[in-house]
């Protein structure tokens, strides 16, 4: 069976990995495979910074080719925040929940025209041979004022999807790996997937 190795460590992003793979034959590994890896300090100013870092890292202490994920929400109203630091925004070993009670008191007041934001998903491929390539995606939405729905995760309950009428946590994986940023991103790499796995 072919295989990837997705260099994260979060279990969300994981699933949606292995939805979007497994029907293209592809066996999904991720760093829960590979214990002895350790966190990799997302140092980078962009999406594609970070991406760039952990493929890298992760590709050279494997010696094969890694995919990472770097992602995270854009709020307009708060001037692009919580950007790169979506996964961290409440604090360091702060989580999802957290995160959304910051961001939805900082938008307090704000009204519905207002609350435009975009989710973006750079993925990056490291190849030990070759230059390192990446795939961004976005999808737009609006954050809603208070949680709703409980598929996905991280901020998904808080985005609302207009065309779909639904918060991103109330629709199915089917629905929302056609349309999230991560979905855009995926598309791009499958549409060169044969020559960025080739080894050499
Ligand atoms: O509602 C959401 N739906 C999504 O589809 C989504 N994708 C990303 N995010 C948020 O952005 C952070 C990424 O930060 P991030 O790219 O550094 O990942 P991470 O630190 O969680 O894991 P790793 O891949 O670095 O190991 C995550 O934690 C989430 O808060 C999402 N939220
Ligand atoms: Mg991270």
Same mark, same amino acid.
């Not at 997302?42 to 100013?45: A, D, M, P, S």
């Not at 692009?80 to 702060?94: E, F, L, Q, T, W």
């Given at each position: 069976m072919k295989e990837i190795i997705i260099a994260t460590k979060n279990a969300g992003k994981a699933k949606e990995f292995v939805q979007m793979f497994a029907p293209m034959g592809f066996m999904v590994k991720t760093l829960l495979d590979y214990p002895e890896i350790e966190d990799v300090e997302? @140092?980078? @100013?962009t999406f594609e910074e970070n991406a760039i870092i952990k493929a890298e890292t992760v590709s050279k202490q494997l010696g094969t080719i890694v995919i990472s994920d770097d992602s995270g929400l854009i709020i307009d109203a708060l001037d !692009? $925040?919580? !950007?790169?630091?979506? /996964?961290?925004? /409440? !604090?360091? !070993? $702060?989580n999802d929940e957290e995160n959304m009670t910051k961001v939805l008191g900082e938008l307090k007041g704000v009204p519905t025209d207002k609350r435009t934001a975009r989710f973006c998903c750079t993925i990056a491929v490291a190849n030990p041979k070759k230059k390192t390539l990446t795939f961004t995606g976005t999808c737009e939405g609006l954050i809603l004022e208070e949680k709703r729905g409980e598929f996905g995760f991280g901020y998904d309950p808080i985005f609302y999807v207009v065309e779909k009428e639904k918060s991103m946590a109330e629709l199915p994986a089917e629905i929302k790996n056609q349309i999230s940023h991560r979905a855009d991103a995926i598309k791009k790499l499958k549409a060169q997937i044969n020559s960025v796995l080739k080894e050499g």
């Open positions: 997302e @140092t980078g @100013t !692009g $925040k919580p !950007g790169v630091y979506s /996964a961290r925004y /409440a !604090g360091n !070993g $702060k």
